[in-house]
């Protein structure tokens, strides 16, 4: 049983962030990790797009796609397979810089570009054949119920991370929602310390402000001194 459980979407930055943080708390932390499936494009359906982005329904199916791979890994591999497997995909996503980043279209085509995912599947040890899974809809009731489940455990109306301490009754909570980890891993245990901290206090329920920075990656590095504001 792990420690903890992270659900991640591969195309949420900010969740992709905050998996990199949690990676530099194992370096200081006896924490094993998780790694389940959540859709922000299952999450959205209920509220839809007519406020978004023209491009998020395409950046959200992308991600489901990419979830479709990994319930096919893990189905076949072993839960094991898939932290390593989102560490890849994100690399893939988030680390790799675009030759023209100008604005969240920019950003969109570079998510929605051709991947060679039985490569990154056959690097990793893994069957590629499994690539085959993302255009497949059987995968979809599996991700939705977990994305059910992630959603459930918080209450509703979030987004990406979710973090679950103790899984599976331990207490959840949407985030931490975080822009860059921290500059040394001691420093990031201690985030993580103070995160516990507050989780485990029966009477906390929310930390929280829209007014974002972006978050840092390799891709977004030509906005990484702009602000965002989140829903």
């Known amino acids: 049983m792990a420690d903890v459980e992270l659900f991640w979407d591969p195309v949420c930055p900010?969740?992709?962030?905050?998996?990199?943080?949690?990676?530099?708390?194992?370096?200081?932390?006896?924490?094993?990790?998780?790694?389940?499936?959540?859709?922000?494009?299952?999450?959205?359906?209920?509220?839809?797009?007519d406020d978004r982005p023209p491009f998020y329904p395409a950046v959200h199916a992308r991600g489901t796609e990419l979830l479709r791979v990994a319930?096919?890994?893990?189905d076949d591999h072993g839960a094991e397979a898939v932290g390593p497997l989102y560490e890849a995909l994100g690399g893939l996503l988030w680390e790799t810089p675009a030759p023209r980043m100008e604005s969240g279209r920019d950003m969109a085509d570079?998510?929605?570009?051709?991947?060679?995912?039985?490569?990154?599947?056959?690097?990793?040890?893994?069957?590629?054949?499994?690539?085959?899974?993302?255009?497949?809809?059987?995968?979809?009731?599996?991700?939705?119920?977990?994305?059910?489940?992630?959603?459930?455990?918080?209450?509703?109306?979030?987004?990406?991370p979710i973090i679950t301490l103790d899984p599976p009754d331990g207490p959840s909570f949407f985030g931490p929602v975080i822009s860059e980890e921290p500059p040394t891993a001691e420093e990031a245990g201690a985030a993580w310390d103070a995160m516990v901290t507050l989780a485990r206090w029966p009477g906390f329920s929310e930390l929280k402000r829209t007014l974002r920075s972006v978050p840092v990656t390799a891709l977004t590095a030509p906005f990484a001194d702009q602000t965002t504001r989140m829903r």
């Open 14 to 49: 900010f969740c992709w962030v905050t998996s990199r943080w949690v990676r530099q708390v194992q370096e200081v932390r006896d924490l094993t990790v998780g790694w389940r499936l959540i859709s922000l494009r299952f999450l959205n359906e209920p509220i839809g797009y």
């Open 110 to 160: 570079h998510q929605l570009r051709d991947l060679d995912l039985p490569s990154v599947l056959e690097g990793l040890g893994l069957d590629p054949t499994h690539a085959e899974a993302a255009t497949s809809e059987a995968w979809d009731e599996a991700i939705r119920a977990e994305t059910e489940e992630a959603t459930g455990r918080v209450g509703g109306d979030v987004g990406t």
């Open 71 to 74: 319930a096919a890994v893990r």
